[in-house]
């Protein structure tokens, strides 16, 4: 089993940046991918970025191409959503996501071990 627990979310103004984090534990071994996805009020949940559990590959939806980047702490066991020029419609709680199972990096039925949310909100 992966425990993963995401934060750093808040209220930014549009223009504005912030670091998501998502500590990771127990089998990390057993990962693939580490995802973010989000989901915004009345909306479906929708995959932001995702990178491969052992390196080698970063992958973005292409809304957030150029503005976020998904990087990982290998000591600390933690993967980072670093989010700028952030926009209103950006507003949404993120996710972190764990994939053991092969699977589609984009998919978040692909995903076995999610974190609590955190809140990102974008003020015009």
């Known amino acids: 089993q992966v425990h993963v627990v995401d934060s750093g979310g808040g209220l930014v103004q549009a223009g504005g940046s912030l670091r998501l984090s998502c500590a990771a534990s127990?089998?990390?071994?057993?990962?693939?991918?580490m995802g973010w996805f989000r989901q915004a009020p009345g909306k479906e949940r929708e995959f932001v970025a995702a990178?491969?559990?052992?390196?080698?590959?970063?992958f973005y939806a292409d809304f957030v191409k150029g503005r976020f980047t998904i990087s990982r702490d290998n000591a600390k066991n933690t993967v980072y959503l670093q989010m700028n020029s952030l926009k209103p419609e950006d507003t949404a709680v993120y996710y972190c996501?764990?994939?053991?199972?092969?699977?589609?990096?984009?998919?978040?039925?692909?995903?076995?071990?999610w974190g609590q949310g955190t809140q990102v909100t974008v003020s015009s």
């Open positions: 996501a764990a994939n053991v199972i092969s699977g589609t990096y984009y998919y978040a039925g692909a995903y076995d071990y």
């Open positions: 127990g089998r990390t071994f057993s990962t693939n991918y």
């Open positions: 990178m491969r559990w052992s390196g080698g590959g970063t």
